[in-house]
């Protein structure tokens, strides 16, 4: 076998170029999934039933089935009802609900986590919801869902190979193209998949910072929340 990395090499920009758009897809849909989950996640935790059960059947469905589906069904279907998207937006949104689902019962698990009688006592003085989720719970909540959620994230980076399905020209889609032409699949699926491993690779480190930077019990209080603690007197 005689593998030539030049042919790599030399198409190493256009990877790259594909590469910034899976950056794009991925961080566009996490966000939007995060934020979407996060309402729902309270949405279960602290809403009416019938709220938490709807909320219940969507979870359910899009942890159910596969992204692939999501994808086909917002690209192929959606048309039927009127609704037709261009690759990019179609695979924005359907990995968004897709992500959704799965980032609304992380961060619901770490809400659960926070203990009930903390929220009681912060009603009990006064606060809003919407305050008691910013001082009391959130803080709390973080530690518990930083592991699960950035290993999701992590899997939802690369998922976003599937985009590849709808013509999206993310990295994926950019090798095949590549590799079709230049008959070099080794070489170009081995570079793709590094740059798969250098963006995971940038998560993890993340999650290792983000792990570091909760851990409140051996990073002690910092000096402002002691003087405002009235631990220590400013000198």
């Given at each position: 076998?005689?593998?030539?990395?030049?042919?790599?090499?030399?198409?190493?920009?256009h990877?790259?170029?594909?590469?910034?758009?899976?950056?794009?897809?991925?961080?566009?849909?996490?966000?939007?999934?995060?934020?979407?989950?996060?309402?729902?996640?309270?949405g279960?935790?602290?809403?009416?039933?019938?709220?938490?059960?709807?909320?219940?059947v969507?979870?359910?469905?899009?942890r159910?089935?596969?992204?692939?589906l999501?994808?086909?069904f917002?690209?192929?279907?959606?048309?039927?009802?009127g609704?037709t998207?261009?690759a990019?937006p179609?695979?924005?949104?359907?990995?968004?609900?897709?992500?959704?689902?799965?980032?609304?019962?992380i961060?619901?698990?770490?809400?659960?986590?926070?203990?009930?009688?903390?929220?009681?006592?912060?009603?009990?003085?006064?606060?809003?919801?919407?305050?008691?989720?910013?001082?009391?719970?959130?803080?709390?909540?973080?530690?518990?869902?930083?592991?699960p959620?950035?290993s999701?994230?992590?899997?939802?980076?690369?998922n976003?190979?599937?985009?590849?399905?709808?013509?999206?020209?993310?990295l994926m889609?950019?090798?095949?193209?590549i590799?079709?032409?230049?008959?070099r699949?080794?070489?170009?699926?081995?570079?793709?998949?590094?740059?798969?491993?250098?963006?995971?690779?940038?998560?993890?480190?993340?999650?290792?910072?983000?792990?570091?930077?909760?851990?409140?019990?051996?990073?002690?209080?910092?000096?402002?929340?002691k003087r405002?603690l009235?631990?220590s007197?400013?000198?």
């Amino acid at each position: 076998m005689n593998l030539d990395f030049g042919v790599a090499v030399a198409y190493l920009p256009h990877l790259l170029q594909a590469a910034g758009l899976t950056i794009f897809l991925a961080l566009t849909s996490q966000a939007v999934g995060t934020g979407l989950g996060t309402l729902l996640a309270l949405g279960r935790s602290a809403g009416p039933r019938w709220l938490s059960a709807i909320i219940w059947v969507y979870v359910w469905i899009f942890r159910g089935t596969p992204m692939l589906l999501h994808l086909f069904f917002i690209y192929y279907a959606a048309p039927l009802f009127g609704l037709t998207l261009d690759a990019l937006p179609a695979a924005i949104i359907a990995m968004s609900l897709s992500t959704t689902a799965y980032s609304c019962e992380i961060i619901r698990s770490g809400i659960q986590a926070v203990h009930h009688g903390q929220i009681e006592a912060a009603r009990a003085v006064g606060m809003t919801y919407p305050k008691i989720v910013r001082r009391i719970i959130m803080p709390q909540a973080v530690r518990i869902i930083i592991p699960p959620y950035m290993s999701n994230f992590i899997s939802h980076t690369k998922n976003t190979s599937l985009a590849s399905v709808i013509t999206v020209p993310e990295l994926m889609l950019t090798a095949q193209m590549i590799y079709s032409s230049t008959y070099r699949a080794i070489e170009i699926l081995s570079t793709a998949g590094l740059i798969y491993l250098f963006l995971t690779s940038c998560l993890t480190w993340l999650q290792l910072y983000f792990e570091r930077a909760t851990a409140y019990e051996k990073r002690g209080l910092s000096e402002r929340r002691k003087r405002l603690l009235g631990v220590s007197q400013p000198s």
